[in-house]
């Protein structure tokens, strides 16, 4: 893919045990700006590709790739809270 994406995923697949394949062979590419938003039904990977984007999930198959000098945060959606 072209070195002006910002974030590039190729052939990208999660797996949870045993057999639950929520990404199959997610290809995607962001250019520098871009904003966007992610849609599916109840386990469909959402959370899962939003980690793996940041960073927080590295169990995963293909490639994910965020060009130097970029970064991508998240907020979880159960966040730990100071006691």
């Known amino acids: 893919m072209p070195s002006e994406f910002i974030f590039t995923m190729r ?3 999660r797996f949870y045990p045993p057999d639950r394949e929520v990404l199959k ?30 960073g927080d999930d590295d169990g995963f198959t ?4 965020l060009s130097p000098g970029f970064s991508v945060g998240l907020l979880n959606q159960e966040p730990k809270l100071d006691e």
């Open 11 to 13: 052939d990208l697949g």
């Open 25 to 54: 062979e997610v290809t995607l590419a962001f250019y520098p700006g871009a904003k966007i938003g992610v849609l599916g039904h109840n386990g469909a990977g959402k959370s899962s590709i939003l980690k793996i984007m940041s």
């Open 62 to 65: 293909g490639e994910a790739r």
